[in-house]
């Protein structure tokens, strides 16, 4: 069995103004590496044989601060990064919403047919994503290996483990530092864990 620990970055200042990021490379605010510290410090499992992330910073520091924990350095993923939302990054709900009022129904209620200007689609997503974790799965049958990436990864990762269609995507929630575990094994998936915010005293 490979055990994957999903690991939302912290906090960032685009996260709190409500702002788009996709691949944009903000970093975290001081409250997101106060997130990844009390993660390191209260992280769920005793020992972790290896951790990848996003290569854009917000996830690669609060990485780092988990990699300090356990003596790893982390492996950048390209693969891993956020959904590119192409002409909204860096623009607010109400922004997007006045200049692509259909294309912000479809993001919310038909995410599977969102088609974002100048981005990428849900499935592009999921497929470079599952690609990506299902080697590493392989790669570390009986080991146990974090990802430290965004909210729509995560999403995309974990609608694959339980066979969701893409039109729930919204339908799981994901926290900043939030910790979701899935085990593999025998080519079936069991998600242990879901958006645990548990060590920044959160239980909601």
């Not at 917000?58 to 590119?84: D, N, W, Y």
């Not at 994503?129 to 799965?137: A, Y």
């Not at 729509?152 to 729930?168: G, M, N």
């Amino acid at each position: 069995m490979t055990k994957i620990v999903l690991i939302r970055h912290g906090q960032t200042t685009w996260n709190t103004n409500g702002k788009y990021q996709g691949r944009t490379d903000v970093p975290l605010s001081e409250e997101g590496v106060a997130q990844a510290r009390a993660l390191a410090e209260k992280f769920p499992l005793e020992h972790l044989d290896g951790i990848h992330a996003s290569d854009l910073m917000r996830a690669m520091v609060t990485a780092e601060c988990i990699g300090e924990r356990f003596h790893l350095a982390v492996q950048p993923e390209k693969a891993f990064r956020e959904l590119s939302f192409g002409k909204w990054e860096g623009l607010t709900y109400a922004e997007i919403v006045a200049r692509w009022p259909e294309a912000m129904e479809n993001f919310h209620f038909h995410p599977d047919r969102l088609e974002i200007p100048g981005g990428e689609t849900i499935q592009e997503l999921q497929e470079r994503v599952t690609e990506r974790l299902r080697e590493i799965v392989g790669e570390n049958e009986g080991k146990t290996v974090a990802i430290v990436a965004h909210g729509a990864v995560i999403r995309a990762a974990i609608c694959d483990a339980l066979s969701i269609p893409l039109h729930r995507f919204w339908s799981i929630r994901q926290f900043n530092t939030a910790v979701n575990i899935v085990s593999y094994e025998d080519g079936w998936s069991t998600v242990e864990l879901m958006n645990s915010t548990a060590h920044l005293g959160r239980v909601d």
